[in-house]
């Protein structure tokens, strides 16, 4: 678990580095798919894993808008931010909290029931989800994306003394 978020926030970081280059008019224009622009797909994917960790740890959502956050700089200070909560909450992560179960109130006022390691893997899986977005943006606007390859990252290494 621990290697595949420490793998969504390498890749993030790659994205925000492609923005470097990037004029801020293209990363903020509206596209087809995802939750509007480039820059807006950051924020929330920044935004989507703290609220989950938040949430599971019975504490307060993020309420502002990315109105407020119009700038690559802006959003990256916020995944800062956000990331020292997720990080320490990842650190305490046990194998035993996969199954520790989790109420989500809906808009209509009922409840649906998951179990803390599905939300923990929807977050994971919801970020690569909105990276492939991105690929397919920055191909539109002639640019090569960021690798999405786990492999080559460097996230785990290989034990030297496991060579059957």
């Excluded at 802006?74 to 305490?92: C, G, I, M, P």
């Amino acid at each position: 678990m621990r290697t595949m978020f420490r793998y969504n926030w390498l890749v993030r970081e790659e994205w925000y580095q492609w923005c470097e280059n990037v004029p801020e008019e293209e990363l903020l224009r509206i596209r087809t798919g995802g939750v509007g622009g480039i820059l807006h797909t950051l924020f929330h994917i920044a935004d989507v894993e703290w609220s989950w960790i938040r949430a599971l740890q019975g504490k307060p959502d993020f309420q502002e808008s990315f109105e407020d956050y119009r700038s690559l700089e802006k959003v990256r200070r916020l995944d800062a931010t956000f990331r020292q909560e997720v990080e320490e909450f990842l650190q305490s992560w046990e194998a035993n909290m996969d199954t520790l179960p989790f109420y989500d109130s809906q808009k209509d006022g009922e409840f649906s029931g998951y179990s803390w390691g599905e939300v923990m893997r929807h977050v994971i899986a919801h970020e690569i989800h909105h990276i492939g977005q991105l690929s397919v943006w920055a191909r539109e606007i002639g640019r090569k994306p960021v690798s999405a390859n786990l492999i080559g990252k460097g996230l785990i290494k290989p034990s030297i003394n496991n060579r059957d």
